[in-house]
């Protein structure tokens, strides 16, 4: 089994910024890929951004250009940089990692833009 475990998340105005992070623990030989993925209320979850091994990313449109992911192979951790906040962020953030074909989630972390 693999845990992983958000931090970073809060309240932030209009136009802020804020750093996710997701440490990943446990029974780790190769996480394949990590990524982030958030869920409004009312709505479905959603592919905010992922990382492969090989250091290829990929973004939903929606935060394109203003979120970076970055990952530390070494500490098995996943950031995600989300500047320009907008009120449409307002999420919980949930990390996600893939090893051999299964899948493991975070418990997730809120986010709150608002003025």
């Known amino acids: 089994q693999v845990q992983l475990v958000e931090s970073g998340g809060g309240l932030v105005q209009p136009g802020g910024s804020l750093r996710l992070s997701c440490a990943a623990s446990g029974s780790i030989f190769r996480l394949s890929s990590m990524g982030w993925y958030r869920q409004a209320p009312g709505k479905e979850r959603e592919l905010v951004a992922n990382?492969?091994?090989?250091?290829?990313?990929n973004y939903a449109d929606s935060v394109k250009g203003r979120f970076t992911i970055s990952r530390d192979n070494a500490k098995n951790t996943v950031y995600l940089q989300m500047n320009v906040l907008k009120p449409d962020d307002t999420a919980v953030y949930y990390c996600?990692?893939?090893?051999?074909?299964?899948?493991?989630w975070g418990r997730g972390t809120q986010v709150t833009v608002s003025s």
């Open positions: 990382i492969i091994s090989g250091g290829s990313t």
């Open positions: 996600n990692a893939y090893q051999f074909g299964s899948r493991f």
